[in-house]
């Protein structure tokens, strides 16, 4: 278990640096595995003195992250020690340690309730009675700014300076900053908060359903229905997933494998399913070397309203792409189908199949893992931010610069680990 804090300077208390480093690193594992974060979205800090700060290095996997890779921040003006760039978000922990002499741990998570409700740009006015301990009456929320900017940072602070009781603040279309006393208090603040949030949107179905018990299966057929688009399928199209080497893509479908000549269309080792067409089709597209079908109930739902899906989550328009849009699958015309989808994820990461779900692409089980994670977590802000009737979106401006930025610089430095 992690140390209280080390040693007292006037009214601060901080870790020893050395200690500081290992906790950071042992926290962003922990929230790795908790699911507060994936990949390297988010970001730890810990305090060593009145002055400066420890905190986790900008695009670099937490799995692999040593103590050696944690650096030293002044939290007056966020210079810094070393060659090693640390997080870009360094400015909104440097703002929760100058407003806050008692606190001694932060993390900023992308945790998926709490973000979700972050959507609306909603405070959360009265806490439940269950969570007030940890969260206090009232965890309000932080205007939009695009991600890594000097703006967020004001925002941040804004909101940390008008609302000086409270240790947990969502942050619009992006996430949370929890500030605690301690390692623990961090995490606990983190935890209670998704709880909360997830609460928040359960009872805001139940409300506006007159439900009286809630389901995950009823909160989306409220949804469709809501929105014209009928109920859940009871049966959906096995769309594969394959990988891709040279001149040729190994496609499973079901419990059959087969490879398939990219140039021709043709099976290699046996007859080519008609959903080979649509992997051919994105190859021949995008450079990558993965397609995954996603089958999860929200993503399939979606995929049932037959639009394109706007980004409401930075991380949606860095991974995914500026928009997903919605192809048919029409069993008779294959060939039609495999060229809309072609085109429809040209420049992007997914395209959704109507009532189908969706195809992912990438290059690496690491890709795949996160666009799995961002397009559900994505798929289900769609869902209750529309029962919430405050579906709000990212500025298109600001989703074309972070994916360009994301595409030149993030995905190459996170796959050199």
Known sequence: ???????????????????????????????????????TWGNVSARISDTQFVITPSGRAYEDLTPEEIVVVNIDDCSYEG??????????????YRHHPTVDFVIHTHQRYATIVSITGME?????????????????????????????RKKVEMCIMMNPGARAIMMMHHGTICMGDSYDHAFAL???LEKCCEKVIKDNYLRHSWSNVYSDDDKRNFFLGKNLAGTMPQQICDLGSSVRSGDKFTLTVGDTTVDVDIETGLG??????????????????????????????????VSCLGETMIPMIDDFAQ????DVKTCPWIDGDTDACAKAVGKAIDGRNAVLIQGNGALITGNSDGDMNALDIIMDKGAQAVIDCD?????????????????TVYLAKYSKKIDEK
Not at 276 to 284: P, T, V
């Open 190 to 192: 983190a935890e209670t």
């Open 83 to 96: 060659d090693i760039k640390p997080s870009s978000e360094k400015g909104v922990h440097a703002a929760a």
């Open 124 to 152: 959360i006015r009265n806490v439940y009675d269950e969570y007030r301990d940890v969260l206090g009456p009232v965890v309000p929320c932080a205007d939009y700014a695009m991600s890594t900017t000097n703006s967020l």
């Open 1 to 39: 278990m992690p140390p209280v804090c080390l040693y007292r300077k006037g009214t601060i208390m901080a870790y020893e640096i050395e200690e500081a480093k290992r906790i950071v690193v042992e926290a962003g594992k922990k929230l790795v595995e908790s699911g507060l974060i994936a990949r």
């Open 387 to 403: 029962i919430f009737n405050r579906p709000h979106y990212v500025p298109k401006a600001e989703c074309f610069l972070m994916r």
């Open 268 to 301: 290699i080792n046996g007859i080519a399913p008609k959903v080979a067409k649509l992997h051919r089709a994105i190859y021949d597209t995008e450079d990558c070397t993965k397609i995954q079908h996603m089958k999860t109930p929200d993503v399939v739902a």
């Open 319 to 322: 991974i995914v792409g500026l």
